[in-house]
């Protein structure tokens, strides 16, 4: 059964204190790894899709790696403003089409 | 683009009657998904829709849901009978699925709504 672990579960940084989250995942066949921002009372806003181990992405203070068993979202010099729940999911070839599994997310603080 | 609306955002309802909650796609996006999120967890797979057929949905959906997607634009979400345990928040989110060539996907980025507060009393 595919499966999505994140932590930690709560991250509290001072502006500027760069951190690393990690998801933990486990899935037959990797078809995609996702990494979604949610604020409170919104829906997840998209970030980033990596598909393969070694991978990179980045965006703004933002960078995620992948690697065959999990990935990590790194927060460069973090703003308050970069305050949210960060979500990680993934897809793969051997479960279903249209079906996105979340772990539970990291909760991350960023005080000024 | 003016993204995927969902209406209303807030409901509370008594136990046992029937509610029904509307979604509109980006109106270009082919598929529609189905998405509960309750308090720290992350969001629950439902269903979903590639234009107007129901393609999948989660063996863990209760009889007492149903979704449609019409003319394949917007969709519907009906939970009848509702129970103080379906009290959630319910996320519709849509994609535009394309043909996958090689090893690149196309259908991978999921556009979310803000999402329906269901309060069950």
């Not at chain 1, 486990?26 to 997840?44: A, E, N």
Request: proline share 5%; aromatic share 10%.
């Amino acid at each position: 059964e595919d499966q999505v672990t994140q932590s930690p579960e709560a991250l509290r940084l001072q502006e500027g204190e760069s951190s690393s989250l990690n998801c933990s995942y486990t899935v037959s066949g990797l078809r995609g790894l996702f990494w979604y921002r949610q604020d409170p009372g919104k829906g997840p806003e998209f970030l980033f899709t990596l598909y393969s181990a070694g991978e990179e992405k980045e965006k703004e203070r933002l960078k995620a790696t992948l690697t065959k068993k999990e990935s990590f979202l790194h927060i460069t010099a973090p703003k308050p403003e970069d305050s949210a729940t960060y979500l990680c999911a993934v897809r793969g070839y051997g479960g279903s089409q249209g079906n996105l599994i979340f772990g539970k997310g990291t909760k991350l603080s960023v005080k000024p | 683009d003016t993204g995927v609306s969902q209406n209303p955002r807030h409901k509370i309802t008594k136990r046992g009657q029937n509610v029904t909650f509307r979604c509109d796609p980006i109106s270009e996006h082919n598929r529609l998904y189905w998405y509960r999120q309750t308090l720290g967890q992350g969001p629950e797979f439902l269903t979903y829709f590639q234009n107007e057929a129901q393609l999948e949905k989660s063996r863990l959906l209760s009889d007492r849901f149903s979704a449609e997607r019409p003319k394949g634009s917007f969709s519907t979400l009906e939970i009848q009978r509702t129970e103080q345990g379906d009290s959630a928040m319910y996320l519709c989110a849509s994609s535009l699925a394309g043909i996958e060539r090689g090893q690149v996907p196309t259908n991978e980025k999921l556009f979310f709504g803000s999402g329906t507060q269901l309060s069950v009393l």
